[in-house]
């Protein structure tokens, strides 16, 4: 075997930035950019509204600011195309969905990764306090010097002319780190206090508290969508419920009492310290609302009320803490923000938890807002500018928008637009490749996806709390739509378990694939009157009611009828790998490129003395493995491999790389990126090869300079 050249990544070491001095007293002196040569700035980490405001002077040194680092997913080319096989139909990934720790071993940061940047903030200054779960969030608290000392800010107050003269601090210019951190470190958020997300909640003119329930209760909405029909209540599924403030579990039975409901009962998640329920505030009627519709629609749902502090930092560590949790398959979120207030790092920084979800099969259900296409009415870009809501316009949250439902008894009669329901164009993100058929043109996104009753003319019957006392309320808004659609996803998600199914998971792939099918007019009330401010209704998608609304019976059927069932029969559990672990010291059964299985102590095996060792010779070169199985007609199987990648290659241009293919299916592609210490499992489901004989096969390639090895033992196929 010919040598090979071994240069191994050094660790990164991150020198302490040059001391800066600061003013004394209570104002914040000018600071200069630490080491400014050997930064990097991080885009879309200033808060539009800087540029809308008047500065008012310095923030104070020390005064104390909360900030979270987010860091870079990796590997993300992989990742997406990881997200379209598993949630298309028929492909051998099909509904097999990660565990956070698959996904955290395949695409999150490294612990190298989130070490370097601790130790960096740590020698600022800073206070590390807690690392997400899934290593995508560091947090850190510092005083307002130090802040700004470590990222190369100027930390300044500001009077919003827009809101009333609100009072709010920002950073005057984008934060910067080390450029040996740059590769690693997405944004930084906390810089500013301008932000706030609020509740798309909306109530009738002139609404007060009455002794008895007006509006729809589950007998209306659940007979109008035949949510009735579906055949299922929500047992053994859970919820998750995305808030910033707190509820009364007194209420929520008042609820149920009234509309002879019962289930498990609601419990809290406490994100950074916040629990609003000892003493809800001003958004306590919109957790109530979100509950009580979910408790309606799917009765014997597990709802947890995942709170957290109204923040930039609060909801990216909400959004990290619930995949890393991986209790729910169902997220319901009924706040948001337009997306041209909103600092653009900070939505990254959620939309990467949000693609974590959908890795894990979490279907994500978001209110499109309230204020129509003019989605920043209320706050600082005004009601001029075109806007969409955020989490609603994520490609990896299912918008929900509003219509007027009528109906008559318990059935359904017919739908409008609600005037006000939010829907556009989002300026952030770009349209996914299964937003087809919409008949909008463009590269970007549009919102909503689907729609359900939302007018608070034809609202809900909520029991929360007034100023004095408790009472019935009449709510509306698309706060309302989106906990329907959630505990829709609970019913089809206990329907798909007992059929054998996979459950929802991302959504919009499967609902566009429908929409554009003949099963499109039974699945869905097609909304065709009606517009918000932009916008009209039309035959089909249109920027107000999206897709429409469910007929929930009809399209849990299409959803099922589209899916391929698990392959049955009788199997004998087995390992199909030949010589898994190359410990014969030849190839065979595996057919190899020359000279890679090999015993050499510079690339250890991950157990035994030999391993396939492919690449590694820093110039042009390509290594291919492959072994031949057949599996067993009526069997499950899993294909596994231990992978180990080093190189040196520095920063995150793929550009050497390993292709792993199930006979013409590439089940995965790593590349240099993904170099780390120590081995990592790989697994993929192989099932739906089940009678048939598929070549496992592992090409690396390796171009002109700088060696990259891709390291593989202990390959298994397991079969049951």
Not at 147 to 154: K, M
Not at 172 to 192: R, T
Not at 556 to 571: D, I, N, R, S, V
Request: include cysteine; proline fraction near 5%.
């Amino acid at each position: 075997m010919r040598p090979r050249s071994l240069v191994l990544a050094s660790a990164l070491a991150v020198l302490p930035l040059t001391a800066v001095t600061l003013g004394a007293g209570s104002a914040q002196a000018s600071v200069p950019t630490p080491n400014a040569t050997a930064r990097v700035a991080l885009p879309q980490t200033v808060t539009p509204a800087v540029a809308r405001s008047q500065k008012k002077g310095d923030l104070p040194t020390d005064r104390q600011i909360g900030v979270a680092v987010s860091l870079k997913l990796r590997d993300t080319a992989e990742l997406d195309r990881f997200l379209q096989a598993v949630a298309t139909p028929g492909t051998a990934e099909y509904g097999h969905y990660l565990t956070p720790e698959q996904f955290g071993a395949r695409f999150g940061a490294t612990q190298g990764d989130v070490d370097r940047v601790s130790a960096f903030l740590a020698s600022q200054g800073l206070k590390v306090t807690s690392v997400s779960a899934n290593r995508q969030v560091i947090n850190a608290t510092g005083s307002a010097a130090k802040v700004a000392q470590a990222f190369g800010t100027h930390e300044s107050t500001y009077s919003d002319p827009q809101q009333g003269g609100r009072t709010f601090f920002a950073n005057d210019a984008a934060a910067s780190v080390p450029a040996a951190l740059a590769g690693v470190v997405e944004g930084v958020s906390g810089l500013n206090d301008h932000t706030v997300r609020t509740t798309r909640l909306a109530k009738p003119a002139g609404a007060a508290l009455a002794a008895t329930p007006g509006g729809f209760g589950p007998a209306q909405y659940d007979g109008a969508y035949n949510l009735n029909k579906v055949g299922t209540d929500g047992t053994g599924t859970t919820v998750a419920l995305w808030e910033f403030d707190g509820y009364k579990s007194a209420n929520l039975s008042t609820y149920d009492t009234q509309f002879g409901l019962s289930g498990p009962a609601v419990s809290t998640v406490s994100v950074d310290g916040a629990n609003y329920d000892s003493k809800p505030g001003e958004g306590q009627g919109e957790v109530e609302l979100d509950s009580e519709i979910v408790r309606g629609v799917a009765p014997k749902a597990t709802q947890l009320v995942y709170e957290a502090p109204n923040s930039d930092q609060g909801e990216i560590d909400m959004a990290a803490k619930i995949v890393a949790d991986n209790r729910v398959s169902v997220i319901s979120i009924s706040w948001g923000s337009c997306e041209p207030d909103t600092t653009a790092s900070s939505m990254t920084a959620v939309n990467n938890s949000f693609k974590q979800a959908a890795a894990q099969g979490i279907s994500v259900f978001s209110a499109s807002g309230d204020d129509g296409s003019r989605d920043c009415t209320r706050s600082t870009s005004g009601s001029t500018v075109k806007a969409v809501d955020f989490p609603a316009s994520s490609p990896y949250n299912t918008g929900v928008g509003g219509t007027n439902l009528k109906v008559s008894g318990t059935a359904y009669s017919s739908e409008s637009a609600w005037s006000t329901a939010g829907g556009g164009v989002s300026t952030q993100f770009a349209k996914p490749s299964w937003q087809t058929g919409t008949g909008v043109s463009g590269t970007m996104r549009t919102v909503p996806d689907v729609s359900s009753n939302a007018d608070p003319a034809s609202g809900f019957a909520i029991y929360t709390q007034g100023s004095t006392s408790a009472g019935w309320q009449v709510y509306g808004g698309t706060s309302a739509a989106a906990p329907l659609w959630s505990g829709y996803a609970a019913l089809f998600n206990q329907k798909a378990k007992a059929s054998a199914q996979p459950v929802l998971g991302e959504a919009n792939p499967k609902l566009y694939a429908l929409a554009n099918s003949a099963s499109y007019g039974s699945a869905f009330h097609d909304v065709t009157s009606g517009a918000n401010q932009d916008f009209s209704t039309r035959a089909g998608y249109d920027q107000v009611t999206g897709w429409g609304t469910p007929v929930a019976d009809a399209l849990t059927t299409a959803l099922l009828g589209g899916t391929t069932p698990p392959p049955t029969g009788t199997c004998t559990a087995a390992q199909l790998i030949g010589n898994g672990g190359f410990e014969t010291g030849t190839a065979a059964p595996w057919t190899t490129s020359g000279g890679v299985v090999d015993n050499s102590t510079s690339e250890a095996a991950h157990t035994g003395s030999w391993k396939a060792w492919m690449d590694g010779y820093g110039s042009a070169h390509t290594d291919t493995v492959s072994q031949t199985v057949s599996i067993p007609a009526g069997c499950r199987a899993t294909f596994s491999f231990w992978l180990h990648v080093d190189t040196a290659e520095t920063g995150t241009t793929a550009y050497d790389k390993l292709t792993v293919q199930a006979g013409t299916t590439t089940l995965a592609t790593v590349s240099n990126a993904n170099a780390a210490t120590g081995w990592v499992q790989k697994s993929f489901d192989l099932s739906a090869f089940a009678g048939q004989s598929v070549t496992l096969k592992f090409t690396g390639t390796e171009d002109s300079s700088l060696q990259t090895s891709f390291v593989i033992d202990d390959a298994a196929v397991n079969v049951s």
